[in-house]
């Protein structure tokens, strides 16, 4: 069965459980809220889309989970549901998404307040809850009750959003579920859930407007203001990083234009660095540490006495070896220009050279001295260099790599890290990506720094997490 195949089918089944979780509850007989009341949460979940950021592999995330979760308290499963399933459904015809995409988003984000509602009234828990009724009733055991519950429904809405999205993403792009999972809600789950407590201060804040004011949706929307405006200082922060990765990789490929031989090296090295720490399950800042370190890692080549050196087709003099091998701390001196990348980055990169048993440079760190990610550095930067055609030899099949690294285990490399790069089929497949990049010196890039499903390396190498929680579609 081919991927488009698979997509429909996936497709079908989301929205059919859309359909009948719906059913399900509109046979509760939940109160109409009123066609005013159901426009401003409709609207104001449309304009919180316009923030949405690319999170990874073609996904997009925003912070609407605040509104649906708030619908969903005020007026139930059914009309919560509606309430996400409209304004996602109004964002992806502006967006002008592919008509697949428009039913499995609009279809999913329904699914997931609708059952998450359901679930929580299942346990007992009330809409417009105890928790949100005046603060003297806090301590009453029923108020505790609905808002430990609130908790489940939370966790609920995010598992299932999670899930199917990464479950549509890894059929549209041929990866495992567990890769794609690692990439967009490995690491992130927490925060979304810790942050789906917004949803309860919008809800009180609008029963509270309701009953003092008449009016419970003037109170919404003060509140809704200043959230999105930090939405958007947020997006305008991610922009912000991403045309810093851009002039990143602008400078790495003038350092790499005097070798023709290494065209792309840095590059390829991030990635197959990336995919080793995800491997190593390390917290999502440690990874864009590490991924920054390794595109970085060659940075102080742009040194002109360097330059005859990486031209140079013959064997390397004693000297000019000795030349070259300074290049690590001239990288490092120029990446602790940039004080966001002092310390580990910087280390990583001054490091990247140092041998598992102490024989290398510049410092000639044994084991565990090294830091991790220059490591790390040190594996991916020779293994692309054996995947890679130089002068002086051609370049290595992809076995022939995996036993060189296996025969320096304990000496050049960390043996545990060897083991697991040897032992992983997402790291062996991530190589098999990058072999023909290696080959041609020529990787596809992304614009924006968005991710296109369909550009081989935008789909091994990925971008840092979002820090911000946020609601995903495909």
């Not at 991030?270 to 920054?292: G, M």
């Not at 005859?308 to 390397?316: F, G, V, W």
């Not at 991790?372 to 692309?384: E, N, Q, V, Y």
């Not at 296109?452 to 091994?460: C, D, E, F, Q, S």
Request: glycine letters at 8%; aromatic letters at 8%; hydrophobic letters at 45%.
């Amino acid at each position: 069965m081919d991927l488009k195949a698979r997509i429909r089918i996936l497709v079908a089944v989301v929205t059919a459980s859309a359909l009948a979780v719906g059913w399900s509850a509109w046979e509760t007989h939940e109160p109409f809220p009123g066609m005013w009341a159901l426009s401003v949460f409709v609207l104001a979940s449309f304009l919180v889309e316009f923030t949405s950021t690319p999170v990874n592999l073609g996904v997009a995330g925003s912070t609407s989970f605040v509104i649906h979760i708030a619908g969903g308290l005020l007026f139930g499963s059914f009309w919560g549901g509606l309430i996400a399933a409209l304004s996602t459904l109004l964002s992806q015809i502006n967006s002008r998404s592919p008509a697949i995409k428009v039913i499995f988003n609009t279809s999913q984000r329904g699914l997931c307040v609708a059952v998450g509602v359901l679930l929580y009234q299942g346990l007992g828990g009330q809409v417009v809850p105890q928790y949100l009724t005046p603060l003297g009733q806090l301590a009453e055991p029923s108020a505790q009750r609905d808002l430990a519950l609130f908790f489940v429904f939370a966790f609920s809405y995010f598992a299932i959003n999670a899930v199917l999205i990464s479950g549509a993403v890894a059929i549209s792009t041929g990866r495992s579920f567990r890769e794609v999972w690692d990439l967009n809600a490995r690491g992130v789950f927490g925060y979304d859930i810790a942050a789906s407590t917004l949803g309860i201060v919008l809800a009180f804040i609008y029963t509270a407007s309701e009953r003092t004011l008449g009016f419970g949706s003037l109170g919404f929307i003060a509140v809704l203001a200043p959230m999105l405006v930090i939405r958007h200082v947020y997006g305008l922060y991610r922009r912000l990083q991403t045309s810093g990765r851009e002039l990143l990789d602008l400078m790495v490929k003038a350092i790499e234009a005097r070798d023709p031989y290494t065209s792309g090296h840095s590059v390829r090295v991030a990635t197959l660095s990336k995919a080793i720490a995800y491997e190593l399950n390390l917290s999502p800042e440690l990874v864009e540490e590490i991924y920054t370190a390794a595109v970085l890692h060659d940075v102080g080549k742009i040194h002109e006495e360097f330059a005859p050196l990486l031209r140079k087709e013959s064997k390397l003099t004693p000297e000019e070896t000795a030349l070259l091998q300074t290049h690590a701390v001239r990288s490092a001196d120029l990446v602790g220009i940039i004080s966001n990348f002092r310390g580990r980055v910087q280390d990583a990169v001054r490091s990247h050279h140092e041998r598992w048993d102490g024989g290398g440079y510049p410092d000639g760190l044994p084991q565990d001295q090294i830091p991790l990610g220059a490591r790390i550095i040190m594996i991916s930067d020779t293994a692309d260099a054996m995947m890679t055609d130089r002068p002086y030899r051609k370049r290595l099949p992809l076995d022939a790599v995996v036993a060189e690294l296996q025969r320096h285990r304990g000496t050049q490399f960390d043996p545990a890290l060897v083991d697991m790069v040897v032992n992983s089929v997402t790291i062996r497949r991530t190589m098999a990506d990058i072999e023909p990049l290696s080959r041609s010196g020529l990787p596809e890039v992304t614009d924006g720094g968005s991710l296109r499903i369909g550009t081989r390396l935008a789909k091994v190498a990925g971008r840092g997490r979002a820090a911000w929680p946020r609601i995903r579609t495909f």
